[in-house]
């Protein structure tokens, strides 16, 4: 498994997240304008607010995104650690894990990948361990074989 790759390709995968949502950011701030240039009274005005509730929620989406990108920024594709952590690219026997961001499962190089953050379940239980080391996932006992 190529680090580097699987890194560009995460990266990729949420630079197209933080478009679509700063796209939507602007339309729905678009749209909320539009509603406000009505005199019509306070059913526009709850358009507005509306239009500009949804903005936020698109605005809040866009920095979630832009702060996980961070993280995938921070990481040194070359770098191997003895002990998992944030960054760490581990082959199991319940197959390979990114500790990173959380992006589920990710297809690349014929492989499949899952990319967990350090605070989620898994993710927690993977941090500090080697190869030869347990943890538990979906209810289950796996082995860490190597960290790359």
């Not at 796209?23 to 009274?41: H, L, R, T, V």
């Not at 306070?42 to 936020?56: A, I």
């Not at 961001?101 to 990319?115: D, F, N, Q, R, Y």
Request: net charge neutral; glycine share 6%.
């Amino acid at each position: 498994m190529n680090k580097a790759a699987l890194i560009n390709y995460l990266k990729s995968l949420l630079e197209e997240r933080m478009m679509v949502a700063w796209n939507a950011m602007e339309a729905a701030q678009s749209s909320a304008n539009d509603q406000g240039k009505s005199s019509m009274g306070d059913k526009y005005e709850t358009s507005r607010s509306m239009g500009q509730l949804d903005r936020n929620m698109h605005a809040r989406q866009y920095e979630q995104v832009r702060l996980e990108r961070l993280v995938l920024e921070k990481i040194h594709d070359n770098e191997v650690a003895v002990r998992a952590a944030v960054g760490s690219l581990l082959e199991t026997s319940a197959g390979w894990f990114l500790i990173a961001v959380s992006l589920g499962a990710v297809k690349i190089e014929e492989e499949t990948v899952i990319a967990v953050s350090s605070s989620s379940p898994v993710g927690a239980s993977l941090l500090g361990k080697g190869p030869g080391d347990q943890f538990e996932f979906m209810k289950r006992q796996h082995k860490i074989i190597a960290l790359h």
